[in-house]
């Protein structure tokens, strides 16, 4: 496996934690708690930095820097 797909598939299984919690904080009433809030922020920044990443990696492989 590529570098560029398994930094690709971080990226996808870091959204699916992001959409899971986001849920069960609805389903459990905890929207704004702030114990959700930390850990939906760090997934958030997680995400940031693997999107990142996924283009360093993609033009990497590509040649283009």
């Known amino acids: 496996m590529e570098d560029s797909e398994i930094v690709k598939r971080d990226h996808q299984r870091n959204k699916s934690e992001i959409v899971n919690l986001v ?3 609805f389903r459990l009433d905890k929207w704004g708690d702030s114990e959700y809030k930390i850990k939906l922020q760090e997934l958030v920044v997680k995400d940031e930095k693997l999107v990142k ?13």
């Open 53 to 65: 990443d996924v283009i360093a990696k993609i033009k990497q492989e590509k040649g283009i820097e």
């Open 23 to 25: 849920k069960e904080m």
